[in-house]
């Protein structure tokens, strides 16, 4: 009995559990549960409008009583385009990018669109490995907050095919997108103001050399200080 159970089980801390009833479903045994095809069980999932109430109801039960999760990538393949979009922020611990990635987010759920959301944490290596998961995943297109360095991995991306915008830096060249802000402007317009106050020394709070937009600040309020 003992061997038998090592071939057909694994311990689980609780008993033993079937290693067939461990595997994943798939549409066979959907279909086969809710006594359909398995182009029904595709239409369900893909074009539910076309499967009549009752078929459509069965499916749907069969999924839920299997706890069945559809192959997206497989989708991917047979349908030529994905309704994933991929964003990679610079750095979780700044509020101001979880802010955007709620808009993006908000903006694509809303229009029946998947987002998945990643930190580099200011690593330009962990930035390169995520673009790469996001290009094997075959993403509709990636939204990223990049690394200073970023540009050979927005060239990598697009030449790929894969539509690439960034933001909070600035992306010049044909084809390229970028939504930020003008940083020198702004610099300059703070720098402005507190003269125009009537302070004469200027305290900038930043370090130039972490970030482009910091650097760039910093060269804005040195204009208006000059």
Known sequence: MNRVKHHIAKYSGAGYVDRRKSRRATTKDVAERAG?????VSNVLNHPEWVSDTKRKAVEDAIADLGFV???AARHLRTGH??????????????GFIHIAR??????????????????????????AYLQVYAEARVAGVIVVPHD????GAHDIRSGGMPAVVIDRLETGSGN???GVDDLAGGRLAGQHLIGLGH???????????????????????????
């Open 70 to 72: 559809r192959h997206e």
């Open 177 to 179: 997108i970028s939504v």
């Open 200 to 226: 004469r020394h200027i305290a900038f709070v930043g370090d130039e050399s972490t970030a482009t937009p910091v650097h760039d600040r910093m060269v804005g309020l040195r204009s208006a200080v000059t």
């Open 36 to 40: 359909v095809s398995q182009g029904t």
């Open 149 to 152: 360095e970023f540009d050979q």
């Open 103 to 128: 808009g993006v987010e908000d903006y694509a759920i809303a229009r029946g669109w998947n987002v998945l959301i990643a930190n580099s944490a200011r690593d330009l290596d962990r930035e390169r």
């Open 82 to 95: 994905s309704q994933t979009i991929g964003m990679l922020l610079l750095d979780t611990d700044n509020p």
